[in-house]
């Protein structure tokens, strides 16, 4: 049995898309139960391995993070932390206020001793289907290269246990691919990673080639990985906006629309890097997955499951034994 | 009369798409004047308005860039920024090695008295066909506050006067719109920008909106800048290629291909930043100027008409007297 607490009340379009999750999760696992942290009168479930836990208030999506979490003592998110702070559940799972739910893992949950910062993680896609593993995605705006190196060596375990890569390539994310290239800090954590044995580094890597299979995991300060992330959701976004445009705007054109309009939705579909589950606060002394802020019932879906199979793979202790100090 | 020197020998297919780009630009304005600098065995044109001059070294793509420029002497890089500097030319025009371009603009054209550090800047599109400028892209991978500053008031010049914009508006680019938000650097930034009375500065910008005209002025430091820059180019040909394949991939798909080729054409010639010309060193007391590193004749012929316009409308001048010392 895995046990998992659950905010019900985070994300635009809760608790109807999380209690669909949750039904849909309990269903396919058999060896899953959830604690659901919620609002009684919004809760219409039912079934044994599912433990209700009235809160009276829940975390707004514009509050202000740590003042949210540091009064709000009796909301969803606050409490689903605090059963994974006492180790009555392995993981946690939201799609409420991303700054709130770090907020939560860094003061409820804790780091990891000796882990510096704790990194955003995340699954992105690549063209040829397999995606990769980025971090940080903006737990930590202003990292120092060893933040990188212990990214580097929490990613490795990520990828080998979450992913099954057997001995994930790691690159650093950078503005060339020679080891002169960068700022202050990717030169600096270059010349440490290259020296670690404990990890296959690969060197830097650039942007321009991130959907093409550049390494199994990609590493960068946070400030930087949120600005790629936002913008690679924006550039698919606008191109797929304008491809739309000319399909619609002759009649021509909509005849072609109409041929390749499934396969189209296919593209769209692998593109979409919500089918790969959360983001996952790493370093953490429990799990931590942000399910997507507009998330789907399938998306939230794919965090439970991405807790599951992180709690099943022992990740926090691994990282424990072997990051930790 | 402008007199624009050009480099005949850097870029990929060079002297050839160098040559045609100038016999089309002297043909088209008359007001023009070119003292071309390359190898005289691959020099075929004939014009009263062209004065060739013989160098006997050239600059390679992978030649280490400071060291190039000091000891390659009679290249036609280091002769063309000389030119420059000694006032024969108002401008000037390569395709050629990116950083010993960099290095020649630094170290031979020389800084503006006042201008901490010039920074490269490129016109980038958007949807809506406008376009936007976007600095610095890799001049200085390690830039302060007062970079930044200096940077959004050299973009406020260059968007009056080369792109027409009455009163540009200036968008700091940040992982999120609120003051608060991002590294140290952008922070500071950001309390430095909004206490300027001489520039229109409208807050922090966010990477998935650029290419919705966010701003006419998007202003970041060289790591973020470069970064930004090949993610956007590496995502929009890793998803044209995705689309491309989904056209090939079947008989349906193919006749809704050639159903929709040149329309599909006409947005990727509107994506295609090399049509608004080539990236500008800012800053510098000359206009240098880098055509794009793949150029045909048809971005070189951009890249000189760009500089002829910077000369024209006296961007140089106007820099020294309003951000310079």
């Known amino acids: 049995m895995v046990k ?21 999760a309990i269903k396919d696992f058999q060896d899953l139960e959830i604690i659901l942290f919620g609002d009684e009168k919004q809760y219409t479930l039912n079934h044994e391995r599912i433990e209700f836990r009235h809160c009276t208030e829940e975390i707004a999506m514009d509050d202000e993070p740590v003042r949210a979490i540091k009064r709000k003592k009796d909301s969803s998110m606050v409490r689903m932390a605090e059963a994974v702070k006492h180790g009555e559940a392995a993981g946690c799972v939201s799609a409420g206020n991303t700054g709130a739910l770090m907020s939560s893992g860094l003061f409820i949950v804790g780091r990891i001793k000796g882990v510096a910062r704790p990194a955003l993680v995340v699954t992105l896609p690549t063209i040829s289907g397999k995606g990769f593993v980025f971090m940080d995605v903006g737990a930590n705006a202003d990292a120092k290269a060893e933040h990188l190196l212990q990214y580097a060596q929490l990613g490795h375990i990520y990828a080998q246990k979450f992913r099954g890569v057997h001995n994930p390539s790691i690159g650093l994310l950078n503005i060339g691919t020679e080891a002169a290239k960068g700022n202050s800090l990717t030169k600096n954590a270059y010349n440490l990673m290259k020296e670690q044995d404990d990890i296959n580094f690969k060197g830097n890597v650039e942007a321009k080639g991130l959907m093409e299979d550049v390494a199994d995991v990609v590493v960068t300060d946070g400030y930087t990985g949120n600005m790629i992330l936002k913008n690679l959701e924006g550039t698919a976004k606008s191109i797929g906006k304008m491809f739309k445009e000319t399909l619609l705007s002759n009649f021509k054109n909509k005849i072609a629309g109409l041929l390749i309009k499934k396969d189209l939705k296919a593209v769209q579909t692998k593109m979409d890097y919500a089918e790969y589950g959360g983001s996952v606060l790493l370093g953490l002394d429990g799990i931590v997955v942000k399910a997507h802020g507009s998330s789907s019932a399938k998306a939230f879906y794919s965090a439970i499951r991405q807790a599951k199979i992180a709690a099943e793979e022992k990740i926090v202790e691994t990282m424990r034994e072997t990051v930790g100090e």
């Not at 998992?4 to 849909?24: E, N, R, Y």
Request: charged letters at 20%; zero cysteines; a negative charge.
């Open 4 to 24: 998992i607490a659950i905010d019900m009340m985070g994300g635009d379009d809760a608790p109807q898309i999380v209690l669909d999750a949750v039904q849909q």
